[in-house]
Every structure is written in C-alpha cells, then in structure tokens.
C-alpha cells in the first residue's frame, strides 16, 4: 500500500551547496543519458572548469599526499562509469538488504568519516553514470535480503535499498539529480514486491524532494548529533538546525522519516546535549510521521585512525586506543569501540529518552 502525498510545504532555504572547483567526465559517462542530465546540471550551477576526458581512465589524483593534495581531491567530482561488477549489488547490514550506489565519496568534512577506511585512494567524489542501468536491474533482488525482507523484526520495510552506503547524496543532488530520480523510480515502478529505498544526509536541500512521487517507498533520514560534536567535528555540512527543518518538510510532504543519531559520543554534558537535541525534534516533526531511528557510537579501526590523522591533523577527535575496547570481526578486522560499561550506560539513557520524547518512533539499532 502506498502513502497519499500530502500537500507540499514550503522548502527551507539550503543553508550550503557545494560547488566543485573541478569536474572530470570520462568518455563512457559523457555518452550515457543520465551523465548527459548531470552534465546540464553542472552547466546550470555555474561550474565551469569541466573536462570531458578522451577515455575512461582518470588521470593520476594522488598528488604528492600533501595537504594541498588531499584539498584539491576533496573538492572534485569525477563523473565515471564503474566496472560492470558494481551492479552486483552487496548486502549492507544492519541498515538494509543491499547497498545501491549513486556515488562514491563526499564533499563535507567530517573529522570521523568512515569513508576513511572505506574507500582507497584520493577522496574524490565519484558520481556513477550507470544509474539508470542500476534502476533498471534491481527487481532481481527484491525478497532476496536477509537484513529486512523476510525477517521478524523488520519485514515490514520490504526489500531495502540503501542509497547512502558510500556518500551522501543530498550533498551532490544539486549537481545531479541521482536522489530524485531514484525516489521517482522507487515511487512508480511495478515492483514485484514490497520495496522501500533508504538514503542519510547531513545535509537540507530537499526542495527537489518534496513534490515527487515517491508513493511513501523512500524513508530519508537524517543524520543528527550533539550540538558540540557537530560543530567540532562536522564541517561543511548543513548545521543541525537546518537538517532539522529539512527533515520536518519531509515528513510533512509524506515521506517516511528517520533519524541517525551518529557518531554518538560521551563528551562532557552529553545527557543534556543529546537532551536537547531530541527535544528540539520532537518539538519540530510532526505528530504523525513514520520515525525510525538508527544509534551508532564511534568507533574507528587502524587504517581509518591513520587516515584521518593524515586529513584532519589538527583534530581534536579522541581516538586513544587506551580508552577502548578492541573488537573483532570475523575475518580478523580490528574495531576500537567504547568499553562495556560506556556503552551500557549511553544505551541505557537514549533508550529511555527516545521512549520519552519520541514515543512513536521505531528504534532500528543499537550499535
């Protein structure tokens, strides 16, 4: 069954749009339809250093792994066609079914990305030329996840689809449209059972957003946070209070909402912090949305400090082994995660306030 749109409000003014200070567009993107649209797109935002490349192979982005390197890498966007296996879409636990990316990389700044040891290589934003192919192959996989479609907890969401794996992609919306022609696509297609589409931002330029028919098959969430770690820690993104509006015009326009809480950290007031950040959201969303939320402390591993101490060396992030606790995955990887207690005592509490201020909201996970 498919949610009634709800007449559209009035879009919040985006309080950030990124423009890149160079795009490069290989031979095979330039020729697809949808790389075409995101070229037209790019033109109409003022970007002007654009180079269409002669082949598919981009040019060498490393530099010298200065800081002048890493800037000018973090401020290009590559427009690409990814190898055929990209389309062999992977499951994404504990968020969804399978990951389905419209790009790779991100323009904001966070101090604790985890890009940092996702993703090799410079951190470019690449943004996939193939989306409508990767539209067009997805009905294979509806009923086929183990995270939601088919399970007890959370059969109800369908096969999920989760469009924020590896960037964010109300970042980048301006400049491509890939957001709002996969809530379009999600919206009406005849889907050969129920499905839902998932993408987080830290960002509020939703306008585009608000009058599509997405048929309530896109949850957008929105990735909130203490007002100290925001501002440390998250730069170049939407201030909080913007992704706040952005996510009240959401739901007010029919969407299912959420929110991720992330990274959670035990900073000094955290309680009152954390307090009055979900005070400020239940005081702005409306009485009847359909609210998930997703808590996710910080972690980090070894090759993401190393990273991160290499792009943000002046951060004040706390990454002291000495106060974790070391966990470890199957295949041998390392995490450093809060101690046993810290984490019992930071699920203990938000549990208790989500249940208090935000009663009607479905807590996903805990992680």
């Known amino acids: 069954m498919t949610a009634a749109l709800a007449p559209s409000p009035t879009a919040p003014s985006p309080t950030r749009l990124w423009t890149p200070s160079r795009v490069l567009v290989t031979r095979s993107a330039a020729e697809r339809p949808y790389g075409q649209r995101v070229l037209a797109r790019l033109e109409a935002a003022g970007v002007s250093d654009v180079e269409l490349l002669p082949g598919d192979r981009l040019p060498n982005l490393r530099g010298d792994g200065d ?40 323009p904001a700044h966070c101090q604790y990305c985890y890009l940092a040891g996702s993703l090799s290589g410079p951190p470019v934003t ?29 059969g109800g969401e369908g096969t999920t689809f989760e469009a924020s794996c590896y960037t964010d992609p109300l970042a980048i919306e ?38 599509l028919p997405h048929g309530g098959r896109t949850r957008l969430r929105f990735s909130v946070n203490a007002a100290s770690v925001a501002r440390r820690f998250e730069g170049a993104t939407s201030p909080v209070s913007g992704r706040v509006a952005a996510l009240a ?33 239940a005081a702005a969303l409306p009485a009847d949305a359909d609210l998930t939320v997703e808590c996710i402390t910080h972690r ?54 989500l249940a208090e201020r935000l009663p009607s909201a479905q807590l996903l996970y805990w992680t």
């Open 67 to 106: 800081r002048a390197a890493f800037m000018r890498a973090k401020d290009t966007l590559a427009l690409v066609v990814p190898a055929p296996s990209k389309r062999r879409l992977q499951p994404i636990p504990p968020s969804a079914d399978w990951r389905v990316d419209l790009a790779e990389g991100c």
């Open 126 to 154: 690449r943004v996939f030329a193939d989306l409508d192919e990767v539209l067009d192959g997805l009905d294979e996989y509806v009923g086929r996840g183990a995270v939601t479609s088919g399970t007890l907890e959370r």
């Open 174 to 211: 301006h400049l491509t449209g890939g957001l709002a022609r996969m809530v379009e696509h999600f919206g009406t297609h005849d889907w050969p059972g129920p499905v839902q589409l998932r993408a987080t931002t830290k960002f509020d330029d939703v306008a585009g957003l608000l009058d």
């Open 249 to 281: 015009a959401v739901a007010a326009a029919g969407y299912p909402v959420g929110l991720t809480i992330a990274p959670i950290m035990p900073v000094e007031g955290w309680r009152e912090e954390y307090g009055d950040l979900l005070d400020t959201l």
């Open 300 to 353: 980090f591993t070894p090759g993401s400090k190393e990273t991160l101490l290499d792009w943000y060396p002046r951060t004040k992030l706390d990454m002291d082994e000495a106060r974790r606790t070391t966990k470890r995955g199957k295949y041998g990887s390392v995490k450093h995660v809060y101690p046993r207690e810290t984490m019992a005592e930071l699920r203990a509490w938000f549990e208790a306030a």
